[in-house]
């Protein structure tokens, strides 16, 4: 049974004496009282248990009760289903002393209670009534009548039987005691209000009771107690004790009640006002058809209609709205489903399904624009311009093509009206600005969004219905606040795209970029197909390794390289300068920047491949200069100067040639040229050696191209050392320690391999490196030089840097033409068969030794002794 007793049980005992002439008040007044003997009337299975007066017996039958808690001078009924408590009750019926001792288990969950499972503390009952169900079971009515402990078992097999030790109640009788006893009957009382189905006669009976310890034992009888509680109740000695636990938990219990009760009150006020809402509408429509007018649904209805007529949608489109109206229709505005459909219909006829802006196809025009707002970038105007051509040429010859057998007219192969272009470059290079100046150029709506970070498949084709609060991905949602269906579509930081449990959203983008595939992008939310062929789609990106194959195949990439010092300082002059002026409120003649100034900006305070930096230190400078003229100290216009350069930023950031010829200055230092996601950069290994025994140690926290090639560096060395003019045995009695500064950044592939082989040649040679000297390339074991990547950025980076000479591999000798000319004019190429030829450009000579001077003999002079 459960731990938690209800009416339930009082009902049973009423269904018991239903069929006799006993009433129950007996019980609960007098319950030692019983009925004695049988008759002929009893119903079949059942059996009247004669009463014989008999003391308590030292050993008694133990029957273990789950979830169950038996109190003196109370009646219960019981279920018995276990063989062994079958046989155990025969065998107690059939004996003269129908007693049996009650004892709950601990845990209820067991199915057979052993004597440790159980409590220590329970109660003689007598049983009175027996009924045998067809089902095999037993019910019982057993009546408690007082507390025993138990002591040793006795017997276990097959059922349990152990010596007992009754416990005396201790009844105090004062005031204190009979105004508990009344608290508790009035705590009762007020539970069985808040208990409909609590029957009347059992509260009666309890009021009317006046000894304390039977008010504690016929209460918590009827009463919601947990097991261990109602436990701790029986094991109380005191009646007052045991009065103020009960107080306790009938306190809590009508707590418990009285909030349920407000609960449910509130939500039955809430149903009766949408009942209320509902027949009120109803009403409202039955007067408005009287009265010959529209309700409100039917002209929302209406405005719908008209909608989907003005939307243009096409033939699904159009179906799915129009059923979707139906059903809307038929449907009251109280309903949850009403307000599904209207969001739905609401993104039907909002979305730009026939909605487009005309091309400027004026090429012209076209790369007016893009000359103003970005300087260079030749590669992506000159794409924009092909695009444009195209497009135009396209729409001349259209009609010519279609009087000639309608050749543009192919299921399969149709033409493809958009272009999904993808911008690779350093920060700071323009890739978002552009998209908005090709938008410009084109005369075609802007949009953009951000992936950075967006790990759920559902931002790009949006929630299906069926979820509470779903909406259309962010795909159509932009497209619905441009209000186009051809706008210039940035898709930005496509590269830093995640996946997560809730799916991979760079495989919903290929259905979006694949142009085979986007004329019929289909959104969850929205279950119909829309044209997304027309949209310029442009995303940007700093690094090509983390976008999926699939996904960078089905874009046409551009590369967009870092800036030469020229060109950062055209940009400043052309587009930073103008407006930092007009952001911090300065007029063209207050500030003006020499050349010489925004070269020690470009040289000393910035080192990046963009030009971000380089705004933020413009900007800096005009804040300086605001300041003293909110002061009162401006007079005419502030020239900027390298001198107040130097006075408005402070001391210089970067000094890259000095630290090269610090770092080169000594034997075992190379500096070498790598590609990082945000441009080029300068990097320089480190190599020295101690007394041991041919160890190797790599640090800077290398990956596993990166430490292969430095083994590949050493073992060509040991290989050439007679041929490099380095002894034999350079490394038998030595450690080698390899080292790449900046530790705490990652560093890996194969393109140092020329690098880290010139630093051991110039550590075991003593030739220090050449400071002017940047150098790349991979090596094989043989000494051959293998091309790389990256190769206009890392020149770059030198020309950055200072360097004067950049040793390249031979076969990187085409990339040349992709560089700037003012870096071409100003830098020596060197290209590497092998890493010979980089040893001998990049190693100082060998200083010559010096002669050595014989010394004349002195002339001996005679001393001679005083």
Same mark, same amino acid.
């Given at each position: 049974?459960?731990?938690?007793?209800?009416?339930?049980?009082?009902?049973?005992?009423?269904?018991?004496?239903?069929?006799? &002439?006993?009433?129950?008040?007996?019980?609960?007044?007098?319950?030692?009282?019983?009925?004695?003997?049988? &008759?002929?009337?009893?119903?079949?299975?059942?059996?009247?248990?004669?009463?014989?007066?008999?003391?308590?017996?030292?050993?008694?039958?133990?029957?273990?009760?789950?979830?169950?808690?038996?109190?003196?001078?109370?009646?219960?009924?019981?279920?018995?289903?276990?063989?062994?408590?079958?046989?155990?009750?025969?065998?107690?019926?059939?004996?003269?002393?129908?007693?049996?001792?009650?004892?709950?288990?601990? !845990?209820?969950?067991?199915?057979?209670?052993?004597?440790?499972?159980?409590?220590?503390?329970?109660?003689?009952?007598?049983?009175?009534?027996?009924?045998?169900?067809?089902?095999?079971?037993?019910?019982?009515?057993? !009546?408690?009548?007082?507390?025993?402990?138990?002591?040793?078992?006795?017997?276990?097999?097959?059922?349990? @039987?152990?010596?007992?030790?009754?416990?005396?109640?201790?009844?105090?009788?004062?005031?204190?005691?009979?105004?508990?006893?009344?608290?508790?009957?009035?705590?009762?009382?007020?539970?069985?209000?808040?208990?409909?189905?609590?029957?009347?006669?059992?509260?009666?009976?309890?009021?009317?009771?006046?000894?304390?310890?039977?008010?504690?034992?016929?209460?918590?009888?009827?009463?919601?107690?947990?097991?261990?509680?109602?436990?701790?109740?029986?094991?109380?000695?005191?009646?007052?004790?045991?009065?103020? @636990?009960?107080?306790?938990?009938?306190?809590?219990?009508? +707590?418990?009640?009285?909030?349920? %009760?407000?609960?449910?009150?509130?939500?039955?006020?809430?149903?009766?006002?949408? %009942? *209320?809402?509902? =027949?009120?509408?109803?009403?409202?429509?039955?007067?408005?058809?009287?009265?010959?007018?529209?309700?409100?649904?039917?002209?929302?209805?209406? +405005? =719908?209609?008209?909608?989907?007529?003005?939307?243009?949608?096409?033939?699904?489109?159009?179906?799915?709205?129009?059923?979707?109206?139906?059903?809307?229709?038929?449907?009251?505005?109280?309903?949850?489903?009403?307000?599904?459909?209207?969001?739905? $219909?609401?993104?039907?006829?909002?979305?730009?399904?026939?909605?487009?802006?005309?091309?400027?196809?004026?090429?012209?025009?076209?790369?007016?624009?893009?000359?103003?707002?970005?300087?260079?970038?030749?590669?992506?105007?000159?794409?924009?311009?092909?695009?444009?051509?195209? *497009?135009?040429?396209?729409?001349?010859?259209?009609? +010519?093509?279609?009087?000639?057998?309608?050749?543009?007219?192919?299921?399969?192969?149709?033409?493809?009206?958009?272009?999904?272009?993808?911008?690779?470059?350093?920060?700071?290079?323009?890739?978002?600005?552009?998209?908005?100046?090709?938008?410009?150029?084109?005369?075609?709506?802007?949009?953009?969004?951000?992936?950075?970070?967006?790990?759920?498949?559902?931002?790009?084709?949006?929630?299906?219905?069926?979820?509470?609060?779903?909406?259309?991905? *962010?795909?159509?949602?932009?497209?619905?606040?441009?209000?186009?269906?051809?706008?210039?579509?940035?898709?930005?930081?496509?590269?830093?795209?995640?996946?997560?449990?809730?799916?991979?959203?760079?495989?919903?983008?290929?259905?979006?970029?694949?142009?085979?595939?986007?004329?019929?992008?289909?959104?969850?939310?929205?279950?119909?197909?829309?044209?997304?062929?027309?949209?310029?789609?442009?995303?940007?990106?700093?690094? /090509?390794?983390?976008?999926?194959?699939?996904?960078?195949?089905?874009?046409?990439?551009?590369?967009?390289?870092?800036? #030469?010092?020229?060109? @950062?300082?055209?940009?400043?002059?052309?587009?930073?300068?103008?407006? !930092?002026?007009?952001?911090?409120?300065?007029?063209?003649?207050?500030?003006?920047?020499?050349?010489?100034?925004?070269?020690?900006?470009?040289?000393?305070?910035?080192?990046?491949?963009?030009?971000?930096?380089?705004?933020?230190?413009?900007?800096?400078?005009?804040?300086?200069?605001?300041?003293?003229?909110?002061?009162?100290?401006?007079?005419?216009?502030?020239?900027? #100067?390298?001198?107040?350069?130097?006075?408005?930023?402070?001391?210089?950031?970067?000094?890259?040639?000095?630290?090269?010829? +610090?770092?080169?200055?000594?034997?075992?230092?190379?500096?070498?040229?790598?590609?990082?996601?945000?441009?080029?950069?300068? $990097?320089?290994?480190?190599?020295?050696?101690?007394?041991?025994?041919?160890? =190797? %140690?790599?640090?800077?926290?290398?990956?596993?191209?990166?430490?292969?090639?430095?083994?590949?560096?050493?073992?060509?060395?040991?290989?050439?050392?007679?041929?490099?003019?380095?002894?034999?045995?350079?490394?038998?009695?030595?450690?080698?320690?390899?080292?790449?500064?900046?530790?705490?950044?990652?560093?890996?592939?194969?393109?140092?391999?020329?690098?880290?082989?010139?630093?051991?040649?110039? /550590?075991?040679?003593?030739?220090?490196?050449?400071?002017?000297?940047?150098?790349?390339?991979?090596?094989?074991?043989?000494?051959?030089?293998?091309?790389?990547?990256?190769?206009?950025?890392?020149?770059?980076?030198?020309?950055?840097?200072?360097?004067?000479?950049?040793?390249?591999?031979?076969?990187?000798?085409?990339?040349?033409?992709?560089?700037?000319?003012?870096?071409?004019?100003?830098?020596?190429?060197?290209? $590497?068969?092998?890493?010979?030829?980089?040893?001998?450009?990049?190693?100082?000579?060998?200083? @010559?030794?010096?002669?050595?001077?014989?010394?004349?003999?002195?002339?001996?002079?005679?001393?001679?002794?005083?």
């Amino acid at each position: 049974m459960p731990a938690s007793r209800w009416n339930s049980d009082f009902m049973e005992l009423l269904s018991w004496f239903s069929e006799e &002439d006993t009433n129950i008040d007996d019980f609960l007044l007098h319950p030692i009282v019983t009925r004695v003997g049988g &008759d002929d009337e009893s119903p079949e299975g059942e059996i009247d248990i004669p009463q014989e007066s008999d003391q308590t017996p030292d050993v008694l039958p133990i029957l273990p009760l789950r979830g169950l808690v038996v109190y003196p001078e109370t009646a219960v009924p019981l279920t018995i289903g276990q063989p062994r408590s079958i046989r155990l009750i025969d065998d107690v019926v059939s004996e003269d002393n129908r007693l049996i001792g009650l004892v709950a288990s601990r !845990q209820p969950e067991l199915e057979s209670p052993g004597p440790d499972d159980l409590f220590s503390v329970g109660c003689v009952a007598t049983v009175h009534r027996l009924l045998r169900a067809p089902d095999g079971t037993i019910r019982l009515l057993v !009546q408690g009548m007082s507390r025993f402990r138990l002591g040793e078992f006795v017997q276990t097999d097959p059922y349990l @039987k152990a010596q007992i030790e009754l416990i005396p109640e201790i009844e105090e009788e004062d005031l204190a005691v009979e105004a508990m006893a009344r608290n508790a009957r009035d705590q009762f009382e007020r539970i069985a209000n808040m208990i409909p189905s609590l029957p009347r006669e059992l509260v009666e009976s309890v009021l009317l009771l006046d000894d304390p310890l039977q008010t504690v034992y016929t209460i918590a009888n009827f009463q919601r107690i947990e097991l261990e509680q109602a436990q701790e109740l029986l094991e109380l000695v005191s009646v007052s004790e045991k009065l103020q @636990k009960l107080i306790a938990l009938l306190a809590h219990e009508a +707590e418990v009640l009285e909030i349920g %009760q407000k609960i449910q009150k509130e939500a039955r006020s809430e149903i009766e006002k949408v %009942q *209320r809402e509902y =027949f009120l509408r109803e009403q409202l429509k039955a007067i408005q058809r009287e009265l010959g007018e529209s309700d409100e649904q039917a002209a929302e209805v209406d +405005e =719908f209609r008209a909608k989907i007529d003005e939307a243009k949608m096409p033939e699904e489109a159009d179906k799915q709205a129009r059923r979707e109206l139906d059903r809307m229709s038929r449907l009251p505005t109280a309903a949850a489903e009403y307000g599904v459909i209207r969001t739905y $219909l609401d993104w039907l006829v909002t979305l730009p399904w026939s909605v487009s802006t005309e091309d400027n196809l004026d090429i012209a025009h076209a790369r007016e624009v893009l000359d103003e707002d970005h300087f260079g970038l030749e590669d992506i105007k000159e794409r924009i311009l092909e695009f444009l051509a195209v *497009r135009k040429l396209r729409k001349e010859r259209l009609e +010519e093509f279609a009087a000639e057998d309608d050749q543009y007219d192919d299921e399969i192969r149709r033409l493809r009206e958009g272009v999904i272009l993808c911008f690779v470059g350093p920060p700071g290079v323009g890739k978002t600005s552009l998209g908005r100046s090709i938008a410009r150029s084109l005369g075609r709506e802007f949009i953009r969004i951000s992936l950075g970070g967006v790990r759920d498949e559902a931002e790009i084709r949006g929630h299906r219905r069926t979820y509470i609060g779903a909406l259309p991905g *962010r795909i159509l949602q932009a497209l619905r606040r441009v209000a186009s269906h051809n706008p210039v579509f940035m898709l930005d930081e496509i590269d830093k795209l995640s996946q997560g449990f809730q799916g991979d959203p760079a495989s919903a983008l290929l259905e979006v970029l694949d142009p085979e595939q986007n004329v019929e992008f289909r959104d969850h939310y929205l279950e119909v197909a829309f044209d997304l062929s027309e949209v310029m789609f442009i995303t940007t990106a700093n690094r /090509l390794d983390t976008i999926p194959r699939p996904l960078l195949d089905r874009m046409e990439v551009i590369q967009l390289s870092g800036y #030469t010092e020229g060109e @950062k300082k055209e940009i400043a002059k052309g587009y930073l300068i103008p407006r !930092q002026l007009r952001e911090n409120s300065l007029r063209e003649n207050e500030v003006s920047f020499t050349d010489e100034a925004l070269e020690e900006i470009i040289r000393f305070y910035t080192r990046e491949a963009g030009v971000r930096n380089l705004e933020r230190e413009i900007g800096a400078v005009c804040r300086k200069v605001v300041t003293r003229i909110a002061e009162g100290q401006g007079d005419g216009t502030v020239e900027i #100067t390298p001198e107040r350069i130097h006075e408005f930023l402070g001391r210089q950031k970067f000094r890259d040639m000095e630290e090269i010829a +610090e770092r080169t200055s000594l034997p075992g230092v190379a500096t070498g040229l790598a590609w990082t996601p945000t441009g080029g950069d300068v $990097l320089f290994i480190e190599a020295t050696r101690m007394p041991g025994g041919k160890g =190797f %140690q790599l640090t800077g926290s290398l990956g596993n191209v990166m430490k292969e090639s430095a083994k590949a560096a050493l073992s060509f060395v040991r290989s050439r050392a007679t041929k490099l003019g380095l002894e034999e045995d350079f490394f038998s009695d030595a450690d080698f320690h390899l080292h790449i500064p900046a530790g705490s950044q990652p560093k890996d592939g194969p393109s140092a391999g020329v690098t880290m082989a010139t630093a051991l040649v110039s /550590l075991v040679s003593g030739r220090p490196v050449r400071p002017d000297v940047g150098m790349t390339g991979e090596i094989t074991l043989r000494g051959k030089v293998m091309p790389v990547g990256g190769i206009k950025e890392k020149v770059l980076a030198a020309h950055r840097a200072g360097l004067k000479t950049v040793l390249l591999p031979k076969r990187n000798e085409d990339e040349l033409e992709d560089l700037p000319e003012e870096v071409r004019k100003v830098t020596e190429f060197v290209f $590497l068969d092998n890493v010979d030829d980089a040893i001998e450009v990049a190693l100082e000579p060998m200083p @010559k030794p010096k002669k050595k001077r014989t010394k004349k003999a002195a002339p001996v002079k005679e001393v001679q002794e005083q």
